[in-house]
């Protein structure tokens, strides 16, 4: 309450300890959206998502000092902050995925929380509110089939005609491989929760196989 401790003077003493600091308090927020091209960016026209989760940790705490939700814009906003070290959690709803951070030449536009836990550091100044701590979300999408004996050759899978399991499976994004896995019981695959964008898949045919003919 602005109060000190009492103290007792004795004649002609000066105590020159008591002093008093101030500092403005701070507003952190910003917005979570629909990021549905999964580049990181906030492009016109992708939403605000609402009722995602954010919390709010001093800087190497265990345990949230606040927690919120975002509005039906995707806003989110903490309030009455000490100036001091941060860290901002966004916890994805079921079936999204965050977005890669610290893309594009516009720091306000895009994703800041790491994609693997969430979290976005900040820090915190008297009297300057931080409102760019964004998070963009996307659906995952999904890529995959089956791999299959082709006993006839004709390039198109019969009823009679089994799945093999084992074969080499290669997800590539920009000619890269971005994940690698082999087929199932019933020569089934299936790579999930990848950002929107181009991929290409590549299959390893088994040894003394050839691919069957293409578009049949």
Known sequence: GGLTPAVTLAPNEHNPTFDAGFFREVFLGDF?????????????????????????????????IATTTTGDDGDYLFGGLAPGDYVVEFVAPDGMALSPPGLGDDCGVDSNPGVHD?????????????LGIDAGLYEGAAIGDVVFYDLDGDGVQDANEPGVQGVTV????????????TSGVGGSYLFSGLAPGDYAV???????????????
Do not use: M
């Not at 969430?118 to 931080?130: E, I, K, M, N, Y």
């Open 118 to 130: 969430g979290r976005a550091p900040v820090t915190l100044t008297s009297g300057t509110d931080h």
């Open 202 to 216: 590549r299959f390893t045919a088994p040894s003394g196989f050839v691919f069957s003919p293409l578009g049949q």
């Open 32 to 64: 979570v959206w629909e990021d549905t091209n999964g580049d990181g960016i906030q492009d016109g026209g992708e939403p605000g998502i609402k009722d995602v989760a954010v919390n709010l940790y001093l800087a190497g705490g265990v345990d949230p």
């Open 170 to 181: 290669e997800l590539l994004k920009g000619g890269q491989a971005e994940d690698t896995q």
